[in-house]
């Protein structure tokens, strides 16, 4: 049996565009919400496809892609629990900038452009979150085209692995990716990655255990993101 309604109120509340609206607003969101499951490597939408809404994660976790003309996979981000995707469409009115696929099996909201749109007109907050949400994007987007065109692949990794590590400067970074989900991350390809590892592990930056990293010399991995070039 499907569970209230009320309970994905409660869980729109938990979404950072949605955080603070109130309770009246959250449950008009709902309204206009399509629930949808996707299973694990099933194509959410295509580049250029019409952008008739976007998705909030509850489940799962989606892949942002492009592809090359010879097929090859670039990631441009992973979405996880609590996260949007595809709200380009809500403003543009145009296709998908890329393609969205679920990396692991996923529960999704969907909410139709129209309708949303409707919602925002009534309410200039949901506007105000959005635009909050788009700002931040812009700046992952712009540092990720910086890393790509002007860091060797040293200083692509050592700057995901900081990244990682977040704010509270984890000692032991989870790596939830194979390599070649990483790889593709940062632009490269898993034998190159795993080469770099290696070096960085020998030269007493990192040390890896399986798909835990633990960062031996913070320093050291500073410096090569900062100055983004080869291993010394």
Known sequence: MDKP????TDRLSLIPLFAGLPRPHLEALTGIAVPRTVPAGRRIFSEGEEGRGFYAILTGRVKIFKLSPEGKE????LFSPGEIFGEVAVFTGQGYPAHAAAE????????????FVGLIRGDASLALGMLAVL?????????????LSLKEVPGRLAAHLLYRSGAEKKEVVELDLSKTQLAALLGTIPETLSRIL?????RGLI??????????????????????GKLP
Do not use: N, Y
């Open 207 to 228: 040390r890896t255990q399986g798909s835990r990293i633990a960062i031996l010399d913070r320093a050291g991995l500073e410096t090569i993101a900062s100055e983004g």
């Open 135 to 147: 700002s931040v994007r812009l700046r992952r987007f712009t540092r990720m085209v910086e890393d």
């Open 5 to 8: 309604a009320i309970d994905r």
């Open 104 to 115: 692991r099996a996923c529960s999704l909201l969907f909410f139709p452009r129209e309708a």
């Open 198 to 202: 290696t070096r960085m592990g020998r």
């Open 74 to 77: 670039q990631i441009l981000h």
